[in-house]
């Protein structure tokens, strides 16, 4: 059977890639984008029916609130989401990040996931079997200068999944963390340049390992976290005891 997969940020980069590899596995995709300045591109890279885009601004309660019920009842159900949507200014130190440019890194990269999980748990839960996989990133698990405000907000994404696991231990909703290195994305060109943009993973290596989890060709527990980095898999852990 179809599965039904909501993935955020899915117009471009690693969302992108992950629609694609569902898509061509016979799955329904609903793509969430804040804007539609891709879809063009993102339409014509994956021509099918069965890649839905939707616009939503997921910072916004209400909206995500609205999204998830308008999904669930068109479709019927939520088998997986992948928050995969995140934001990153350009570098700088600690004492030269302005509070609304650090709060905004919350917004778009934990606010954004744990509103997304808040309105879906009770919509996955009444499943037999139901995932939520948070992206998180290298620097969730060990900061990076002069990326304060992303390291310190992805490192939250990490710890909402964990709580995520532990508070649904009894039902059938699991949710992991993947934490992937460098990616070869605009985000990354537009901060460290193209040079060495070109020398990192590409989008597609990493949803190849997101795929392979989902359909448990890897194994990760719940609350558990996966580490790709370098164009290969190098860790995964399991939940932190309680």
Not at 34 to 54: D, I, Q
Not at 91 to 99: G, H, I, R, S, T
Not at 178 to 189: D, S, Y
Request: contains cysteine.
């Amino acid at each position: 059977m179809s599965r039904i997969i909501v993935i955020t940020g899915a117009s471009r980069g690693l969302g992108l890639e992950l629609a694609k590899k569902f898509v061509a596995s016979g799955d329904t995709v609903y793509g969430i984008s804040r804007t539609r300045k891709y879809w063009p591109a993102a339409k014509k890279s994956v021509s099918s029916a069965r890649f839905r885009l939707l616009s939503a601004d997921i910072t916004s309660e209400k909206k995500v609130k609205t999204l998830l019920a308008g999904i669930a009842r068109r479709a019927g159900r939520i088998d997986i989401l992948i928050n995969n949507a995140g934001y990153c200014a350009p570098l700088a130190k600690v004492e030269d990040v302005p509070l609304k440019e650090f709060r905004k890194h919350f917004f778009q990269n934990l606010d954004s996931a744990f509103l997304m999980c808040k309105y879906a748990i009770p919509l996955m839960k009444k499943q037999a079997r139901a995932l939520i996989v948070n992206v998180s990133s290298m620097a969730g698990i060990r900061a990076v200068p002069r990326l304060v405000a992303y390291s310190a907000a992805k490192s939250g994404v990490l710890a909402l999944s964990q709580a995520i696991a532990k508070e649904n231990l009894e039902t059938g909703l699991q949710c992991i963390t993947v934490c992937p290195g460098g990616m070869n994305t605009e985000m990354r060109r537009e901060l460290f340049g193209a040079e060495d943009a070109q020398r990192q993973q590409t989008p597609e290596f990493v949803a190849g390992i997101i795929a392979d989890i989902v359909e448990r060709k890897t194994e990760v527990l719940s609350g558990g976290h996966i580490i790709i980095r370098h164009r290969k898999i190098t860790g995964i852990f399991p939940a932190p005891e309680a």
